[in-house]
């Protein structure tokens, strides 16, 4: 439910401004919304905490730690206590000082660790390119012979071949077979040559001509032959892993040891900047300061009285229930039961409801795993969402958690479905312990199970609209409750004829039918003109779409019956059972998907249609973020 938002107002001495905002801090539970400009003075000291946390934030990042979730609020309050005994103005200077030194230890690390992975992979390149030449390197090799090695393009290659042949043999030098070509990437190859000292520079000469590069050995390969220099880049690469491999365990002890410890500082340095933030709205010169906000109605009286508690007459609280005129400006502020809260993961896709519209959480509770269980409708497949749900409920991420409650309803809806169609990965039920449907066997009776999901969507919208016309007429919308009731009526209308022609009923009972259409189409036209007859229309095929409820489960259930088959074919040999298992695995893993995804857009499009208005404020209290979910900020 959307809860009952209270306005605010404080005014406090200015003496006691910095502490009374850090207890507004603490008590998070204010949506403040504040008017004026920055005062210079404020502005310094909000600049300067900006940067602190900045620098905090940037050696987390260099110390590669993402730990925040598991951070503890007792490491938190203990550097809240340290750092808060500082003097004021001994706080910044002290902090960036501690920053400062630990910033350079690790930013030496980090230097000798991009070096040494720099050096590493051109040694290895050196060695990989020598590699690929070693066996020509060694062959014929003269004692006065110079080895070359030449990046060249492929194009090109054997034109520069040629050059080199007619300006050798020209001579009467022979220097046939002494060549190597090896093609690389992106059209550039490796030529390797031997040629006598005198004709090194001649063939350094041609080779350029033709777009060749010269390539060498890295530098700490100086004075080596390209003939010896395999042993040293093998040497010098073991050098280099050991050295990194030491520099990693440096930096995953200081992560470890350095991490938590930098996270508290940041989120401590987080909160001071949020409060000089608002600080800094705030005009220094007065003797009084004026807060005003939006507060949750359950929450007021202990706000109220911790700060009347800590101080006294320094402050001046008033409050009030907001006006009807107010109504868009109020943030939404969801609190549900903790089997639906879960479910509040769906609205966070969306803008939050007006504050004066309906949360719509409850109903996605009870309908959401309802309609993917129905999807599902296989006892096995439940059995193990469940396996799964449990361990989710177990993860440390909240999100995770919530995640694993709406896979545990799902799971108990899919058993409760698997039973009523009679299913247990597929017909292995039937097959193992003779299951039989309690209802159904939906892979052969497709027409009462189309016709039981098309009832189900009519009820899901007809809910739908109820809770607009009740909207509507709790927020004074003649317009939007005429449209809404006379949308229903027309469908209730068309509900009636039908079920008249079915049950082959006289003609004077399409009276009643009759009026209703008339009823709605003038509360239609009333109330959304021809507009609300396009919107019946839309509805009517919003209804229809509910099909694909019987659709996506025909599909799993036919689907798992092909496991079996494949068990049929090649009975229980390992081949079998394996293809088996595999389509029952593509199967689940499409039931969780596909049920969640049609499921979720039966709400959105043709349930939250009816009703939801998503132009809502986000409810953002004043408070001090905890470790899983800071955010960064500007």
């Known amino acids: 439910?959307?809860?009952?938002?209270?306005?605010?107002?404080?005014?406090?001495?200015?003496?006691?401004?910095?502490?009374?905002?850090?207890?507004?801090?603490?008590?998070?539970?204010?949506?403040?919304?504040?008017?004026?400009?920055?005062?210079?003075?404020?502005?310094?000291?909000?600049?300067?905490?900006?940067?602190?946390?900045?620098?905090?934030?940037?050696?987390?990042?260099?110390?590669?730690?993402?730990?925040?979730?598991?951070?503890?609020?007792?490491?938190?309050?203990?550097?809240?206590?340290?750092?808060?005994?500082?003097?004021?103005?001994?706080?910044?200077?002290?902090?960036?000082?501690?920053?400062?030194?630990?910033?350079?230890?690790?930013?030496?690390?980090?230097?000798?660790?991009?070096?040494?992975?720099?050096?590493l992979l051109r040694a290895k390149k050196a060695r990989d390119t020598l590699e690929r030449f070693s066996s020509f390197l060694r062959r014929d090799a003269g004692p006065s012979d110079t080895a070359m090695v030449w990046l060249i393009p492929e194009n090109t290659v054997q034109q520069a071949l040629g050059a080199l042949h007619a300006a050798f043999s020209a001579r009467?030098?022979?220097?046939?077979?002494?060549?190597?070509?090896?093609?690389?990437?992106?059209?550039?190859?490796?030529?390797?040559?031997?040629?006598?000292?005198?004709?090194?520079?001649?063939?350094?000469?041609?080779?350029?001509?033709?777009?060749?590069?010269?390539?060498?050995?890295?530098?700490?390969?100086?004075?080596?032959?390209?003939?010896?220099?395999?042993?040293?880049?093998?040497?010098k690469i073991e050098n280099l892993s050991d050295r990194l491999q030491a520099i990693t365990g440096d930096l995953r002890r200081a992560s470890a040891e350095w991490g938590p410890r930098l996270a508290a500082l940041f989120l401590f340095i987080d909160a001071r900047t949020e409060q000089a933030a608002v600080e800094a709205r705030l005009d220094p010169s007065a003797d009084t300061f004026t807060l005003h906000g939006w507060i949750p109605e359950d929450a007021l009286e202990p706000t109220v009285s911790a700060l009347k508690d800590r101080f006294g007459e320094d402050v001046l609280l008033q409050w009030r229930h907001p006006g009807e005129k107010e109504w868009s400006s109020v943030p939404t502020s969801l609190k549900n039961s903790p089997l639906s809260s879960p479910f509040e993961l769906f609205l966070k896709l969306l803008r939050p409801p007006s504050y004066s519209g309906i949360d719509p959480t409850t109903a996605v509770a009870l309908f959401f795993?309802?309609?993917?269980?129905?999807?599902?409708?296989?006892?096995?497949?439940?059995?193990?969402?469940?396996?799964?749900?449990?361990?989710?409920?177990?993860?440390?991420?909240?999100?995770?958690?919530?995640?694993?409650?709406?896979?545990?309803?799902?799971?108990?809806?899919?058993?409760?479905?698997?039973?009523?169609?009679?299913?247990?990965?597929?017909?292995?039920?039937?097959?193992?312990?003779?299951?039989?449907?309690?209802?159904?066997?939906?892979?052969?009776?497709?027409?009462?199970v189309v016709v039981f999901t098309v009832a189900l969507g009519a009820a899901h919208v007809f809910f739908g609209l109820l809770l607009g016309i009740y909207q509507g007429i709790r927020n004074r919308h003649r317009h939007l409750w005429m449209e809404k009731a006379g949308n229903l009526t027309v469908l209730l209308a068309l509900v009636a004829g039908l079920i008249v022609l079915k049950a082959e009923l006289p003609r004077g009972v399409f009276t009643v039918p009759l009026s209703l259409l008339v009823i709605g189409l003038a509360l239609l036209i009333a109330g959304g003109g021809i507009g609300g007859i396009?919107?019946?229309?839309?509805?009517?095929?919003?209804?229809?779409?509910?099909?694909?409820?019987?659709?996506?489960?025909?599909?799993?259930?036919?689907?798992?019956?092909?496991?079996?088959?494949?068990?049929?074919?090649?009975?229980?040999?390992?081949?079998?059972?394996?293809?088996?298992?595999?389509?029952?695995?593509?199967?689940f893993v499409l039931a969780i998907g596909g049920s969640g995804l049609h499921s979720a857009r039966l709400h959105y499009v043709e349930f939250f249609g009816?009703?939801?208005?998503?132009?809502?404020?986000?409810?953002?209290?004043?408070?001090?973020?905890?470790?899983?979910?800071?955010?960064?900020?500007?």
């Open 1 to 119: 439910m959307i809860r009952k938002m209270v306005r605010l107002a404080l005014w406090g001495v200015t003496g006691k401004r910095r502490e009374i905002i850090e207890e507004l801090h603490r008590l998070g539970v204010l949506h403040l919304e504040q008017e004026g400009s920055r005062s210079a003075g404020e502005s310094v000291r909000l600049n300067t905490l900006r940067l602190l946390r900045g620098k905090t934030l940037g050696l987390l990042e260099s110390l590669g730690w993402d730990g925040w979730t598991a951070l503890s609020e007792e490491s938190i309050n203990d550097a809240e206590k340290l750092l808060s005994s500082l003097p004021s103005e001994e706080f910044a200077p002290e902090i960036e000082k501690s920053l400062e030194e630990f910033g350079k230890r690790l930013s030496s690390l980090l230097d000798e660790r991009t070096a040494a992975d720099d050096l």
């Open 172 to 235: 009467g030098e022979t220097w046939e077979g002494r060549h190597h070509f090896v093609p690389g990437k992106d059209f550039l190859g490796v030529l390797a040559l031997r040629v006598s000292p005198e004709l090194e520079e001649e063939a350094s000469e041609i080779l350029s001509r033709w777009k060749a590069l010269p390539w060498s050995l890295p530098e700490f390969c100086s004075g080596a032959r390209l003939e010896d220099a395999l042993p040293v880049l093998g040497k």
């Open 369 to 448: 795993p309802f309609f993917s269980g129905c999807m599902i409708g296989d006892m096995g497949y439940g059995v193990l969402i469940l396996l799964l749900s449990l361990k989710l409920k177990k993860a440390v991420r909240p999100l995770l958690r919530d995640v694993g409650s709406i896979f545990l309803s799902v799971s108990l809806w899919s058993i409760v479905w698997g039973a009523a169609w009679g299913e247990f990965f597929g017909d292995a039920g039937h097959r193992l312990f003779h299951l039989e449907p309690l209802w159904v066997e939906r892979s052969v009776s497709v027409l009462p």
């Open 534 to 587: 396009i919107e019946t229309l839309g509805s009517i095929g919003n209804i229809i779409s509910y099909v694909r409820i019987a659709a996506i489960g025909l599909s799993s259930a036919i689907l798992a019956l092909v496991a079996s088959k494949f068990l049929d074919v090649f009975g229980l040999s390992v081949f079998g059972i394996f293809l088996a298992l595999m389509i029952h695995l593509l199967n």
């Open 610 to 634: 009816k009703f939801y208005s998503g132009n809502g404020k986000e409810y953002t209290p004043f408070q001090r973020r905890s470790g899983s979910s800071w955010k960064k900020q500007s």
